[in-house]
């Protein structure tokens, strides 16, 4: 057996993922070990699609687009303001503009207009994760080791903002919310100044999101299943018993994710309060 992903020979491989890229492998439950060293493969991997590749489906509710700037291929996911919150990756667009990650200039961050004009670079740091939040963008560092940066969207007055390693971020108001590499992928969070730094949560989260008041994740330590905590960490709840890698995102009173089945990923829904649960595929 092969990673579908890189090729990678999986013979003999126990515990749910490619060791070399990340990658879960379909029909085998990751063990708590497994996830963390998985987790270390994603972090070092962002930023590294290629033009050409396809992607899953990572938000239904959205408007989601595919376009061509240059000769990169790039997936963007906007939010529309419907109420729903997702998460932004690669690129993601502001009015009429699109902030993206550039594989072909090793990825730094580039805007162009919506109607293909006005393309302009923005920064010269190798980046992985870009989020927009008013007139700055938010991006993580890969040539200072995964550290939180942030630029205004015209390219202008670079920041750092933390001394941790990171793995994902999201940015809601006046905070940024991180899971913190140097402690086990615990959820973070720190001011936008990058003052007022806490943590969260004391579980390892294999992916989360931050939607209102509240942070959905994946707890590692009990199979990947979905929690929620307020977003100063109290009011901690389990909401689902249902095992994934991914919450897609979540719109008005309801969390979409995936689950790995045997015959592929499929698509579920539950409630912000765990109830309703069903499938939409």
Do not use: H
């Not at 708590?32 to 290629?50: H, M, P, R, S, V």
């Not at 001011?191 to 994946?218: A, H, Q």
């Amino acid at each position: 057996m092969f990673c579908s992903k890189c090729g990678k020979d999986l013979t003999g491989v126990q515990g749910g993922f490619c060791g070399n890229c990340g990658t879960k492998i379909a029909g085998v439950q990751p063990t708590q070990k497994a996830t963390e060293t998985t987790l270390l493969a994603k972090a070092e991997n962002l930023g590294t699609k290629k033009k050409g590749k396809k992607f899953p489906a990572r938000i239904i509710i959205p408007v989601t687009a595919v376009i061509l700037i240059g000769t990169g291929f790039y997936l963007f996911l906007g939010n529309i303001g419907n109420g729903t919150t997702s998460k932004y990756t690669d690129s993601t667009i502001r009015g009429n503009r699109i902030y993206f990650i550039n594989s072909d200039d090793d990825f730094k961050i580039y805007t162009i207009k919506t109607d293909g004009s006005g393309r302009q670079k923005l920064n010269d740091d190798r980046s992985a994760i870009i989020f927009v939040a008013g007139n700055r963008i938010y991006y993580i560092n890969r040539d200072d080791d995964f550290k939180i940066y942030t630029i205004k969207t015209d390219g202008s007055d670079r920041r750092k903002l933390s001394v941790d390693r990171t793995g994902s971020i999201s940015v809601v108001g006046n905070r940024i919310y991180y899971t913190n590499r140097d402690d086990d992928f615990k959820i973070y969070t720190i001011k936008t100044d990058g003052s007022d730094r806490r943590k969260l949560s004391v579980e390892i989260s294999g992916d989360f999101i931050v939607s209102g008041n509240r942070i959905y994740y994946t707890n590692v330590a009990d199979g990947n299943k979905i929690y929620t905590r307020k977003t100063d960490g109290s009011g901690r709840r389990k909401l689902s018993d249902d095992s994934t890698w991914s919450i897609t995102s979540v719109a008005g009173n309801r969390i979409y994710y995936y689950i790995d089945a045997d015959d592929g990923l499929k698509l579920y829904t539950i409630k912000t309060d765990g109830s309703g649960r069903k499938s939409l595929e």
